[in-house]
C-alpha cells in the first residue's frame, strides 16, 4: 500500500520532495537574492502576455455543486455566453494548500463536499471539464491558487471557525502563522511551505492544458510573521521565482506558453507592508500580469505603470463585489462605469472581476436560496467595462474610496485603511481636502453633457446646514437639500459591519442624513484628478461642532 506523505516524518517528507522537484527548488538558498539575468521569455510568450483580455472573471465556482453537470454548466458560464460580452478570460478561483477539487498525490481531496463527492462517484472530473468548456468557447483559462486561504469546515462549504484545522496543518502546525484566523495561515517565510506550494502547483500545471496560474495574495495576509514583512520578503520572492521557473519547465515541455499572473494590493505602499517585493519581481521577469487590488476603486496603475515600464507586464485592477468597497456593494451600472472607466483612463491592460453574481439575476434566483440574487447592472456591465470606448458618452457616478469592512487581514491588503472617508469636518474650521478622480474629459466634451453634480452625504448634520464646496478652486452653488436622506449602506453612529453576507441591506427609518448637491459647470472639471474643498460654514445660530462626510460623489449625465 503507498505511503501517504502526511504520515512522513518532517525530515523525510522535504527531502523526497526537493528531490522530486526537477532543479527548480534545490541550487540556491531558499531566500536568497537572485544573481542571475531576468528570465528570457520566447517570443511566443510574450505574445500570449499580450493576447486580447479585455474583462478577466476570477471566479469562484464552489457553490452549487452536486446538480446535474450540464445544468450546472450552463448556470456558470451564462454571462460568458451571452451575445456581446465582453468576457475575454475565467480565471477559476479554486486553488488553495487545503483540501482541493482535483486528484493530488500531495493535498487531500474535497471529499467531504456531499455534491463534490457526488459527482466524484458519477466519473465527473470538475476541473477537467471546467478547462473543457472554457476551451470551447475560446476563452483564456487560468487556474486561480489563494496563497494562504483559510480552513474548510467539515462539511466543506465554510470557513472552519468552529472546525478543526485542515489535515496540513494538523500534520505540520510550525507551518502556519500566528494571527486573527483561529488556525493559523501558510507562513512563507518556511521554505517547507514554499516547496509544497510550487510542488502542488506542478501537479496542477502538468495535469490541465491552463494557459496561466495566477497566485492571489489577497487571500490572505499575513502569509509572512507580522512586523517583519518587509525585512522577509525575499522569501516571497523565493516562491513567485520558484513557481516562474516551473511553469517555464512545464511550457518548454508541452510547447505553449504557460503565464504567471500575482494579485497584490493595488499600490506600492501596500505591497511593502504585507511584504511583495514587486520591484524585484518586475526586474527579474517573474510575473506576466499584476492584478492590482481586489475591493479598492482606488489603483496607483501609474506607479505600477513607472515599475514594469520596458517589460512586458500586464496591469489589470480588480473589483469585488461582494467584499465590495465599504458603502457600493451591488452599486448601480453608473458607479460601475466611474469605477472602471478611471481604471482605463490611467493605463490599464485589462479589467478584473471578482465575486459578481455567476448569471443574471432571473437565472440566479433558480441556483442560489441563500444570497439575493446580484444586481442588472452586472449583466450589463459585462457588456460595457471592457473598454474606454464602450464606456464612452455614458452617464457616470465617481465616487471617493470609504475605509473599513475586511477585517480578515492582518496587514495592508484589502483593509482599505488609509481610504479618506468617513471624515469630520468641524464647523467653523479650515476646509477639508479631497481628491477625486474623473475620467472624461468633461470641458472638451461640454457640448455632449447635460448634467454634473457635486453629491455629499453627511452624519451629524443639521437640516439647515451652511456647506461651502469648491472643485479644483471653483465655488459651487448649492443645487438641492434632501435633509430626509437614507443610504441602507451607512450605519452612523453604528460601526460599520464587515463587508460580505447576503446583499440585503434595510434602511434605518430613523437614520438620519443630509445630502446636498452642488452645481458644477463641466469646464470646471478636469480629467484625472480633481480637488473638492469643503468647508462647515456654520450659522449663527448652529452650535459649535463637528458633521462626518460620509459619501462624497461625482454625477454626469450626457445628453441623447
Known sequence: MKKSWRTLPRRSFLTAMIAGCGGVLAGRAPGTSSDDREVQL??????????????????????????????????????????GTQIDALWWDLGRLGNVVYPSKL?????????????????????????????RRNLECFWHH????????????????????????????????????????????NSAVRQITVESLREVAERYDFDGIQLDFARHVPCLPLGRQWELRHHVTDLVRNVRRMLLEVEGKRGRPFLLAAKVPQNL???????????????????????????????????????????????????DD????????????EVLRGVFANWWQQG??????????????????????DYLPGPHSHEQAYQEIGSAETL??????????????????????????DAPLPVNLSRGGPPGTLRLRISDDLPKHADRVRKVLLRTVWFGANDDEAVEAALN?????????????????????????????????????SQRLLRLDFAVAPRACRQGENLVQLRLAGRDKQAAGQAALEKLEVHVQYRG
Open 42 to 83: 520566447s517570443p511566443e510568450h510574450r505574445s500570449a502576455v499580450g493576447r486580447r483580455r479585455r474583462i478577466v472573471v476570477q471566479y469562484d465556482c464552489h457553490g452549487q455543486m452536486g446538480l446535474d453537470i450540464d445544468r450546472w454548466i450552463k448556470y456558470r458560464f451564462s454571462y460568458a455566453d451571452q451575445p
Open 107 to 135: 493535498l487531500n481531496s474535497f471529499e467531504n463536499h456531499k455534491g463534490f463527492k457526488k459527482w466524484r462517484d458519477q466519473g465527473i472530473e470538475l476541473v477537467g471539464r471546467l478547462v473543457e468548456e472554457t476551451r
Open 146 to 189: 489563494r496563497v494562504s486561504e483559510v480552513d474548510l469546515g467539515r462539511d466543506g462549504t465554510g470557513a472552519a471557525w468552529k472546525d478543526p484545522p485542515d489535515p496540513l496543518k494538523q500534520a505540520h502546525p510550525d507551518w502556519a502563522l500566528k494571527c486573527w484566523w483561529p488556525h493559523g495561515l501558510w507562513d512563507f517565510s
Open 269 to 319: 505602499q501596500g505591497c511593502r507592508t504585507d511584504g511583495f517585493d514587486v520591484e524585484v519581481w518586475a526586474a527579474e521577469n517573474l510575473v506576466d500580469i499584476f492584478t492590482l487590488g481586489s475591493r479598492s476603486m482606488e489603483v496607483d496603475l501609474g506607479a505600477f505603470r513607472r515599475l514594469t515600464a520596458g517589460r512586458a507586464i500586464r496591469l489589470q485592477p480588480c473589483f
Open 322 to 333: 461582494h467584499h465590495t468597497t465599504d458603502g457600493y456593494r451591488f452599486a448601480p451600472i
Open 348 to 369: 490599464a491592460d485589462s479589467v478584473c472581476t471578482f465575486n459578481w453574481s455567476n448569471a443574471p439575476p432571473e437565472i440566479q434566483r433558480k441556483f442560489e436560496d
Open 392 to 417: 464612452q458618452f455614458k452617464d457616470k457616478v465617481f465616487a471617493v474610496e470609504r475605509r473599513g469592512g475586511y477585517p480578515w487581514a492582518e496587514g495592508y491588503f484589502n483593509r482599505n485603511d
Open 473 to 509: 478652486g471653483v465655488s459651487l452653488p448649492v443645487l438641492e437639500s434632501d435633509p430626509h436622506w437614507k443610504d441602507a449602506q451607512i450605519f452612523s453612529p453604528a460601526a460599520q459591519p464587515a463587508s460580505g453576507g447576503t446583499g440585503q441591506y434595510t434602511v434605518n427609518p
